[in-house]
T-cell receptor, first 114, second 114 residues
């Protein structure tokens, strides 16, 4: 079975632009979480969705938004990009309620803001 | 955002040596996870711990969930060159509420000299 897939792999944007990142969970998984990993740091939690409902939100500004579709795939949107948004954006999926199951990560999308 | 205290930050060892790294938190978790991340990849789950005091092995890897629920360690025995990578601990608080995010440490960079 395929693992978590993310697209695009790499992305270069300029300050002020908007970006949409995509994630497809492992087949059968219903929960998706998004994390931001700045170089040299561990991943930081952004959002979590389960059964298309937002389950949690990390300490990120309103410029960050996400949604989950009926097929359980997800999009992360970031508006008004800042240089500090440059990071690896990771998506993780789990099969059931994330309270009961482990999260498995995709390869990430490397976003560079110039 | 919050990050766990993970040490050491980096290790440079000879092939065949044993490795130990640990993670501490100021708050309680009821799940501890250890991930490994290689360049250009997302974190890969190594070991998951669900009970205080639990000791779990996965091949040459052994991890323990501290009795206080505020710490965990990971040991790697007889290291080999392919053990090279960044190792992250992550804590999770699973409760009746929502937001089952993972809180990560800053990572331990392991280099193995053949």
């Amino acid at each position: 079975d395929a693992g978590v897939t993310q697209s695009p792999t790499h992305l270069i944007k300029t300050r002020g632009q908007q970006v949409t990142l995509r994630c497809s969970p492992i087949s059968g998984h219903k929960s998706v979480s998004w994390y931001q990993q700045v170089l040299g740091q561990g991943p930081q939690f952004i959002f979590q969705y389960y059964e298309k409902e937002e389950r949690g939100r990390g300490n990120f500004p309103d410029r960050f938004s996400a949604r989950q579709f009926p097929n359980y795939s997800s999009e992360l949107n970031v508006n008004a990009l800042l240089l500090g948004d440059s990071a690896l954006y990771l998506c993780a999926s789990s099969s059931r309620d994330p309270a009961k199951d482990t999260q498995y990560f995709g390869p990430g999308t490397r976003l560079t803001v110039l | 955002g919050q990050q766990l205290n993970q040490s050491p930050q980096s290790m440079f060892i000879q092939e065949g040596e044993d490795v130990s790294m640990n993670c501490t938190s100021s708050s309680i978790f009821n799940t501890w996870l250890w991930y490994k991340q290689e360049p250009g990849e997302g974190p890969v789950l190594l070991i998951a711990l669900y009970k205080a005091g639990e000791l779990t092995s996965n091949g040459r890897l052994t991890a323990q969930f501290g009795i206080t629920r505020k710490d965990s360690f990971l040991n790697i025995s007889a290291s080999i060159p392919s053990d090279v990578g960044i190792y992250f601990c992550a804590g999770q608080l699973r409760s009746g509420g929502s937001n089952y995010k993972l809180t990560f440490g800053k990572g331990t960079l392991l280099t193995v000299n053949p």
